[in-house]
């Protein structure tokens, strides 16, 4: 007589989803509901890319706020201005040449 060994409780579990598959292969409809479920996962794995993508975009966004309230916030130094007499830039004038001296 063959000795039967003990299976454990993850063995059973398995060996019954094989036969549970198997046995929804031979259902009708079983191919447009492993198509669904095979459109499914491929959609969860390009959201899951597209997420992933997000946490560089936050980090990005932060610096750049960063940037903004740096540019924006009020200086404090005093602000340098010069003072112009007239609007226009100051001319160089030419020697007077000719003789009417």
Known sequence: MAVREPKDL?????????????RLSDAPGA???????????DRMDEMQKRLRGIDALE??????????DALSAPST????????????????????SGGNA
């Open 77 to 96: 130094r005093p602000a340098t201005t010069r003072k112009r007499t007239s609007g226009s830039k100051p001319r160089a004038r030419k020697a007077a």
């Open 31 to 41: 191919d447009r509901l492993l198509g669904a479920a095979q459109a499914l996962r």
């Open 10 to 22: 993850l063995t059973m579990l398995a060996d019954r989803g094989e036969e549970a598959i198997q």
């Open 59 to 68: 980090k990005r966004v932060a610096e750049l706020e960063k940037r903004v």
